[in-house]
């Protein structure tokens, strides 16, 4: 596992919550989703800074289990969304 240390503050990120969705998507608007990863959400405890790391083998948009991926995770909460 990586140190994961907060520039700003200089301590070592706690983690928050494993597990967490996070979506990739082609534009910045964020329409059109392209991957979907479960990775790990660590935080600063000073600052709230926040870092995903861990990233596990993403479903890609062509996979045909993937839009069913994508409706799942948004139906069951936080969700981090990026271009």
């Known amino acids: 596992m990586p140190l994961l240390v907060c520039t700003k503050c200089g ?36 600052c709230g800074a ?4 861990g990233w596990g083998k993403p479903v890609e948009h062509y996979d045909s289990r993937f839009e069913e991926k994508v409706k799942e995770a948004e139906d069951c909460g936080e969700i981090i969304k990026f271009f």
């Open 11 to 46: 301590v070592t990120m706690r983690p928050k919550k494993t597990g967490v969705t996070a979506i990739e998507y082609r534009d910045p608007q964020l329409i059109d989703p392209y991957r979907l990863y479960s990775c790990d959400r660590y935080i600063c405890h000073l």
């Open 50 to 53: 926040s870092v995903l790391t």
